[in-house]
Structures are given as C-alpha cells and as structure tokens.
C-alpha cells in the first residue's frame, strides 16, 4: 500500500545558505508557496486588468474574492479594520490557494505542515498584541477583565481570559494544521485501498469501487474543507483584529 | 541530498516514531520534523511578505479601483435615472393640469353658453306672455265692450218685442213711455 505520510514530505530544491548550523534551502514547500503566491498574484492582477464594467468570469472572481473578503472583515471589525484588509485577504487567499492546489493529486500542501500553520497563526496573534498595545496603551489588557464581573472571582475569570488568549495562536494554527492533514491522510489511504485492491484480480477491482467511491467523495468533502478552514482562519482573525482595535468586551 | 533531511530526522527517532498510521514504512512524520522549520520559516516570510507587498500595493487597489468606478457609474446612472423620472414626472403633472384647466374652462364656456341661452329663452318667453297677456286683455276688453253694446240693444229689442206683443194681444199701439216704464219695472224685479 502507498504510504499516505509521503506526500508531506519536503525534499531540498536547492540550497540557499545557512543561519548558524542550520542549512537555508528551497524546497517543495517554498516552491508552492511561491506558486501559491503567483497564482493569487496573476488571479487578482491579471483579473483587474481588463477593468471591465461589466465584468468577465476571470474579473468576476478576482471581484468575488475581493468583496467576499473585504465584506468579512467589514462586518466583524468594522470600518476602521479596513487598514487590515490587505493582510486578511493576503491571509485568505495564500490559505485558500495553499489548501486548494493541495487537492491536486501529487502536490504538496503547504498548510499541512505545523510550522507554516503556527507562523501564520503568530503573525496574526503578534499582530493582534503589538496593535493592540500600539492603539490602546495599557487599555488594551482590559481584554483580560470583562465588564460588569462580580469582583470575588474577577481573578478567576482573569486567569481563564489570559489563557484562553494566550491558547488562541494554538488553536488557531492546529485546526487549520490537523484538518489539512487528517484530510489528505484519510484521502491518500481510500485511494492507497483502491491500487492494493485492483491488484488482487477481478474481485479486488470488483470491491475496489467502494473506496473509489469514498476517495470521490472525500475528494468532494475536503474541496470543501479547503475553503472552510482558510475561512474559519480569515474569521477568527478577524475576531482577533477586533479585540486589538476594541479591547473592552 | 534532497531526501537528505527527511532521512536523517528518521534514522534519529528510530524506531519510537514508529506509529500506526505510518504502516510502518517509514520511522519519522514531516510535519513533525524540526530540521525542515528553518527553510520553511524562511521561505514562509519570503513568500508571504511578497503576497502582501503584491496585494496591497498593486492588486487590491486595482480591484478596490475597478469596484469603486464601477460603483461611481451605476450612481451616476441611478441619478440620471432618477433626473429622468423626476422630469417626466413633471411632464406628466404639468400635461395633467394643462388638461385639467381645459377641461374646466370648456365646462365654464360652456355653463355661459346655457347661462346665455336659458336668458334668451327666459326673455324671449317673458316677451310672449307679456304679449299675450297685452292681447288677452285687450280680447277682454273687445268682448266687454261687444257685450256692453250687446247688453244696451237688448232693452230696445225688448222694447219693441213687447210693443208688438201688447199691439197683437190688445190691437192698440202703446205709447213707448209706458212700455219703457214697463221693461224698467220688470227689469227691477
């Protein structure tokens, strides 16, 4: 049976240099990054070039992914956090071209690995702490102290608000990190059932229609997934945002 | 080299990084391997810093633009739309009013046309009755004074009646003063 851990391995391209002992180098993850980073570039450059009025279906989605974004933020910062536009978009759609092209057979997912994952959610976490310190001062740690508590466990419902902020960055970066992974595992094993399957004969291509089926269907299921987590991400971000630009609860 | 830093993270964990889920194929899980974080830090920054240098710079100001005038044309279009509206709405009130005062002042030349008619014939009746009644009493006046001489020859009639009368029945001519005092004395009674 294929090896479902082998997709998510990283193999060096080329070497760039080394930070102390450690080498710097360019692999397949940095690859489809980049080609992440292309692919969002062409869609939104090349999709506002025709300026059209009545737009293209190429325009359209350039359109779409602007809007869609910018109508998340919107709604759940407001119109100040609008200054954030540009990383929560940046944030979507390298998420949501990462997670996408990661459904192609043989490529690489660039979300699936935990370092990418917990960087994103750091960048965002750091953002949210260094702005919110930056805009409201020593204010900003009224986040930790909910309006109108009863003063005998204050301290409590303190300690609970630090841990759960300080938990965020984990949370925020191992749900996009495990379903990225568990749904690419589950996929590569329903399919590793169907080439094992086929090889035993008639009857093997005969019972290999069932995890076909199912591979189909996950297939389906982590299209969705794909959008769903690069969403929930962009969401809580946002809610993030939110607490750094309006720290009282 | 490229398998390089996979292999190697392997052959350290060894046999413990054994899992189910790796069948046993391979020793350590690439998610988990720390020596690749480096190179993926690194080309994350790289990469994400560009994406962000690329969409705030270039493509959501240009999206952003082609929105906004798309937007800007079709208020100016709604606001043209509603000039138009607003125009042939006044067209429409100031044909509705001109009608209305048409029609009204058909309506008044026409009650003044009735008015002057009925006067006409109210006059030109009054003109008949008046004449009428000058004729009517003038026929009255005719008839009394026919009756009046009527009346008048009716006692010489009389006279002469009971002359003739009084001749026949007693052969002798009365002498008309007796015979007027007569006629005056039945008259009377």
Do not use: W
């Not at chain 1, 992914?65 to 956090?81: K, L, P, Q």
């Not at chain 2, 100016?76 to 042939?88: G, P, Q, R």
């Amino acid at each position: 049976m294929a090896d479902p851990i082998h997709q998510f391995e990283i193999h060096k391209i080329f070497s760039l240099g080394h930070i102390g002992n450690q080498e710097i180098a360019f692999t397949n993850s940095s690859a489809y990054m980049f080609g992440a980073v292309a692919l969002v570039s062409v869609l939104m450059i090349g999709g506002s070039a025709g300026r059209a009025l009545i737009p293209s279906r190429f325009q359209s989605v350039a359109e779409l992914s602007y809007e869609f974004v910018s109508g998340t933020v919107r709604s759940s910062i407001g119109e100040e956090g609008m200054k954030f536009f540009p990383f929560v978009f940046s944030l979507f759609m390298f998420i949501l071209t990462a997670n996408l092209i990661g459904i192609i057979p043989y490529t690489f997912t660039v979300t699936s690995h935990l370092i990418v994952a917990v960087a994103l959610a750091l960048m965002v976490f750091l953002t949210v702490f260094l702005y919110g310190l930056y805009k409201n001062g020593l204010s900003f740690f009224k986040l930790f102290v909910p309006h109108g508590i009863p003063i005998y466990i204050l301290p409590l419902v303190t300690v609970i608000e630090v841990i759960s902020f300080l938990s965020r960055p984990v949370s925020h970066s191992v749900r996009l990190f495990a379903n990225m992974l568990a749904g690419h595992i589950t996929l590569k094993v329903f399919a590793g059932f169907v080439t094992s399957l086929s090889a035993l004969g008639a009857i093997g291509i005969f019972g290999a229609v069932l995890p076909l089926a199912m591979t189909t269907a996950l297939t389906a299921l982590e299209l969705l997934v794909a959008f769903l987590q690069a969403y929930v991400f962009t969401i809580l971000t946002c809610i993030y945002l939110n607490d750094a630009l309006h720290p009282g609860h | 080299m490229a398998e390089g830093q996979g292999k190697s993270k392997a052959a350290e964990h060894g046999a413990a990084a054994h899992t189910a889920a790796d069948g046993g194929h391979k020793a350590s899980f690439p998610p988990f391997e720390s020596n690749t974080f480096a190179s993926q830090l690194v080309s994350f920054a790289i990469a994400f810093g560009l994406l962000y240098l690329i969409v705030s710079r270039l493509a959501l100001p240009r999206v952003g633009g082609v929105l906004a005038s798309r937007q800007q044309v079709i208020d100016t279009d709604l606001n043209e739309a509603a000039k138009l509206k607003a125009d042939s709405d006044a067209a429409l009130k100031a044909y509705e009013t001109e009608l209305a005062n048409a029609r009204a002042k058909a309506q008044a030349m026409a009650a003044e046309v009735r008015e002057k008619l009925n006067a006409q014939q109210e006059q030109a009746k009054a003109q008949l009755e008046e004449n009428l009644a000058t004729r009517l009493t003038a026929a009255e006046a005719t008839i009394a004074s026919t009756r009046a001489a009527a009346m008048g020859n009716v006692r010489g009639i009389a006279a002469d009646t009971a002359a003739a009368i009084v001749e026949r029945l007693t052969g002798t001519n009365p002498a008309p003063a007796v015979v007027n005092a007569a006629l005056d004395a039945s008259l009377k009674g």
